[in-house]
């Protein structure tokens, strides 16, 4: 897995499997409407991804397919922290993958209990 690929300081692989332990009990088969993979990523997430790598002139693509794929997925949760979460802070990751950049704290407050929970099991 090429989790390092990105100059980016934070050490994701904890959070990543909590995340993917309350988003499908890690099932890279999980389907949910139109979120899928073990992370539960979205056709948005996936363009937001590539419009990041073309930012990046990082001829890189993800597919919606690549959903599927543990190891994709998490470069694409590490891709979208290293925008929008540059200081690598718990708390705003957990809070955006539910809720977006913009999040609502009240909104994702469920979501981050129990990501939190799973993340100190």
Not at 67 to 84: A, G, H, P, V, W
């Amino acid at each position: 897995m090429s989790i390092h690929m990105y100059s980016f300081a934070a050490d994701w692989s904890k959070v990543i499997k909590a995340i993917s332990y309350v988003e499908s009990k890690h099932n890279p088969k999980a389907k949910n409407g139109i979120y899928v993979g073990c992370l539960q990523i979205g056709p948005v997430m996936v363009r937001e991804c590539n419009d990041i790598l073309r930012k990046q002139n990082n001829p890189k693509r993800f597919t919606l397919n690549d959903r599927y794929n543990k190891d994709k997925s998490y470069e694409m949760f590490i891709l979208f922290q290293s925008k929008y979460n540059p200081s690598g802070n718990v708390e705003k990751a957990i809070r955006m993958w539910n809720g977006g950049p913009k999040y609502s704290v009240g909104k994702t407050n469920g979501y981050y209990k129990k990501v939190m929970k799973a993340l100190n099991k």
